[in-house]
């Protein structure tokens, strides 16, 4: 993927793919055309992608802007695609294609947005490039969660607020909506795990269970429906709980298309991009920025842990320079210290566990990313590489 470098394009071109390989630019006429009259009418404002990103997403939160929104949705194009890239390169067993994972990224673009905070991150790029992979590997286990459910077992399993939020995105009328939620309370109040598999696997209820649950609903209605409505049946009953856990389904991992396909042919003209080496002087500056952005971030995280690393006792310095800077085992270091075997494993096992806490709460603060299991993941790994190169600096 060749980067763009003009704002007009970073702000109004989208990417097409062949397969899982990509393929060009698209743009849109409409997007290039505003951000067009923007610069030329404002020669004064500085001609920065990260100024016009958090200036859209500015509109955007204020003013609902749809126009603002693609444009944030054209810009994060490039994080969006490597994302997918580095998905599709850890689950290489999965079902899904690159593409599959880019338009996920993709439909993510409201998450992406809300979640965004100007005051812990002033660069909306380098938040968006940690957090679409890590919404990435949350959705994807939803995904999981939701294909190894039973029907029952996931509605067993999901919130009032989750089924709810299903039921109003699927479409359904509040009087509707209050039928199965109804039906699904009565069904989660009766139907109680005892299965040996566990929720994940539990069966469709007995036909005694089915009587009581639909009893139960009849009895309850006259109390929580706030509309007059008949008795129900058996078969409306497990109709209603049948559609609702395809809805919750449907909600925890939805079908996504290509943000491209809102783009109308008349809109769109294939644009491929120059040689990078022929793009004017500003184009360039603005290529530097972007770098020394990148490098301010990287500074900031490595100052942070160096200073975690300096508040440690001198006995686990030492430990940590032994273990990762000589490449000593831990019985080598036990005998080069003299201390017994359990204090040396729990000052490294320790060491690394606060440095991993701290610099996950520095990224929650700082970066304004939420912090999942899968992104504390990441995180370890990055920071056993990251203490073998600095310490391996000092050989």
């Not at 598999?197 to 429906?225: C, D, F, M």
């Not at 058996?234 to 939805?254: F, S």
């Not at 603005?286 to 006792?313: M, P, R, V």
Request: with cysteine.
């Amino acid at each position: 993927m060749r980067p763009r470098q003009k704002i007009t394009l970073m702000f109004s071109t989208f990417v097409d793919l062949e397969g899982d390989r990509f393929s060009k630019w698209l743009i849109d006429i409409k997007l290039h055309r505003n951000i067009q009259n923007c610069l030329e009418s404002s020669p004064l404002v500085p001609n920065s992608e990260n100024f016009w990103a958090l200036h859209w997403h500015k509109c955007w939160r204020e003013e609902s802007n749809s126009l603002a929104r693609m444009h944030l949705s054209a810009y994060l194009q490039e994080p969006n695609y490597w994302a997918a890239k580095k998905t599709i390169a850890k689950f290489t067993n999965s079902q899904h294609s690159l593409a599959d994972y880019f338009q996920i990224a993709n439909a993510e673009i409201e998450t992406i947005l809300k979640n965004f905070n100007l005051e812990k991150c002033s660069s909306f790029k380098a938040y968006a490039t940690m957090a679409v992979p890590s919404r990435l590997k949350d959705i994807l286990r939803q995904r999981k969660e939701a294909d190894i459910c039973t029907n029952w077992g996931l509605l067993r399993k999901v919130s009032k607020k989750q089924l709810l939020e299903a039921l109003a995105q699927a479409g359904l009328s509040p009087i509707l909506i209050a039928q199965y939620r109804l039906a699904w309370t009565c069904f989660k109040e009766l139907y109680v795990q005892n299965q040996p598999g566990g929720t994940k696997s539990l069966p469709e209820p007995e036909p005694q269970l089915w009587g009581a649950i639909v009893n139960l609903y009849n009895r309850e209605r006259q109390n929580h429906l706030t509309q007059p409505s008949p008795q129900c049946t058996r078969e409306k009953i497990e109709q209603w709980l049948t559609q609702a856990a395809m809805y919750v389904r449907g909600y925890l991992y939805p079908p996504v298309s290509s943000l491209n396909l809102a783009i109308s042919e008349d809109d769109t003209t294939t644009f491929d991009l120059p040689d990078p080496f022929s793009d004017s002087l500003i184009a360039q500056m603005i290529a530097q920025e972007d770098a020394q952005n990148q490098q301010n971030q990287q500074s900031q995280i490595e100052g942070f842990l160096l200073k975690t690393l300096q508040g440690f006792e001198a006995k686990t310095q030492e430990i940590l320079k032994l273990y990762y800077q000589q490449g000593l085992t831990q019985p080598q270091i036990v005998e080069r210290l003299q201390m017994s075997q359990p204090t040396v494993s729990r000052r490294l096992f320790k060491a690394r566990e606060l440095m991993l806490a701290a610099l996950s709460q520095w990224s929650q603060d700082t970066l304004n990313i939420s912090v999942t299991s899968n992104l504390v993941n990441d995180m370890s790994s990055a920071l056993e590489e990251w203490l073998k190169v600095k310490y391996g600096e000092s050989r």
